[in-house]
C-alpha cells in the first residue's frame, strides 16, 4: 500500500481556522474581559465566521456545508464505526467532526453577539445575563475545543496520520492499494 497526498484545505479553511485560535487564545487566556484588544479580536472571529459561513456556499468541494454537514445518517455510521471499532475515512470532517466544528463558529457568533450585548445592555441598563451567557459560551467553547484537539490526536494515532498537520499544510494522505 502507497500513500499520496492531496491538496484538501484551502488558504481561507487554514487561515481562517488558525484565526480562530488565535482569537480565542488571546480573548480567552491573554487579554482582560472587555478591554479594548478582546472586544477587537472578538469581532474580528465573528468576520472571519461570517467568511466561513459563505465560504461553505462558493469554496471548493472540501470547504462546502454539503460537503460534511452532520445529518443523521451520516451521524449514525461514523458512531457506529467508532464504536465497532471499525474504519470511516474521509478525506475532509468527519461527521462528528463537522458537528463539533459547527458548534464551535455557532459559539464564535454567540460570543460576539453576547460581548456586544454586554457593551450596549450592561452599560444602560446593568444586565448581568449577557456577561453569564457570555462565560457559559467561552467555557464551553474552550471544553469543545479540548475536544476537537484531542479527537484530532487521537485519530491522527489510529489513521497514523498527523491530522493537526493538514491544517497547516492543506494535504492530506490518501491511501491506494
Excluded at 487561515?15 to 472578538?42: K, P
Excluded at 441598563?125 to 451567557?133: C, N, Q, V, Y
Aim: glycine residues 12%.
Amino acid at each position: 500500500m502507497s500513500t499520496a497526498t492531496v491538496r484538501l484545505w484551502d488558504p481561507v479553511v487554514r487561515i481562517g481556522h488558525w484565526s480562530l485560535v488565535a482569537a480565542f487564545i488571546g480573548d480567552y487566556f491573554l487579554n482582560e474581559a472587555g478591554d479594548g484588544w478582546h472586544r477587537w479580536l472578538g469581532y474580528y472571529a465573528v468576520a472571519v465566521v461570517l467568511v466561513r459561513l459563505v465560504w461553505g456556499f462558493v469554496g471548493p468541494g472540501p470547504a462546502r456545508w454539503s460537503d460534511f454537514w452532520p445529518h443523521p445518517a451520516r451521524l449514525v455510521a461514523h458512531a457506529k464505526a467508532l464504536l465497532t471499532g471499525g474504519h470511516m475515512h474521509r478525506l475532509g470532517h468527519s461527521p462528528l467532526g463537522g458537528l463539533v466544528m459547527i458548534l464551535m463558529l455557532v459559539l464564535m457568533v454567540g460570543l460576539g453577539v453576547t460581548g456586544f450585548l454586554m457593551e450596549e445592555v450592561d452599560y444602560f441598563w446593568g444586565e448581568d445575563l449577557p456577561r453569564d451567557i457570555h462565560v457559559f459560551m467561552a467555557d464551553g467553547l474552550f471544553w469543545l475545543a479540548c475536544l476537537h484537539v484531542g479527537a484530532a490526536l487521537v485519530e491522527s494515532v489510529r489513521m497514523r496520520e498527523n491530522l493537526p498537520w493538514s491544517m497547516v499544510t492543506g494535504r492530506r494522505k490518501t491511501l491506494h492499494d
